[in-house]
Nanobody, 122 residues
Framework: QVRLVESGGGLVQAGGSLRLSCAAS????????MGWFRQAPGKEREFVAR????????YYADSVKGRFTISRDYAKNTVYLQMNTLKPDDTAVYYC???????????????WGQGTQVTVSS
């Protein structure tokens, strides 16, 4: 059973940076796609970024392209989301997810973490 645990959220001023981590266990992840999604209050959960565990191909939502970077560490079974030049609009709960399809649709991700809060003050 895949287990995902996020960490690294917090409160930061606009223009600042945070790095989120997602520790994965309970599966053989070489065939997986790992994704980050976020959900702001009153809004639907939306795609942020994804990465193929094997090969490292990445893809980003337009809203974060050039500011966020997704990466993975094989040895630690951990996926990261480096977030730079943060804006108040980035405020949300951020979720790590694992799936088998190279997709941006949350329905293609079958395993989810509990989420970590990111708050960006203006």
């Amino acid at each position: 059973q895949v287990r995902l645990v996020e960490s690294g959220g917090g409160l930061v001023q606009a223009g600042g940076s945070l790095r989120l981590s997602c520790a994965a266990s309970g599966g053989t992840f070489s065939s997986y796609v790992m994704g980050w999604f976020r959900q702001a209050p009153g809004k639907e959960r939306e795609f942020v970024a994804r990465i193929r565990w094997s090969g490292g191909n990445t893809y980003y939502a337009d809203s974060v392209k050039g500011r966020f970077t997704i990466s993975r560490d094989y040895a630690k079974n951990t996926v990261y989301l480096q977030m730079n030049t943060l804006k108040p609009d980035d405020t949300a709960v951020y979720y790590c997810a694992a799936g088998q399809r190279y997709s941006s649709w949350l329905g293609d991700f079958g395993s989810w973490g509990q989420g970590t809060q990111v708050t960006v003050s203006s």
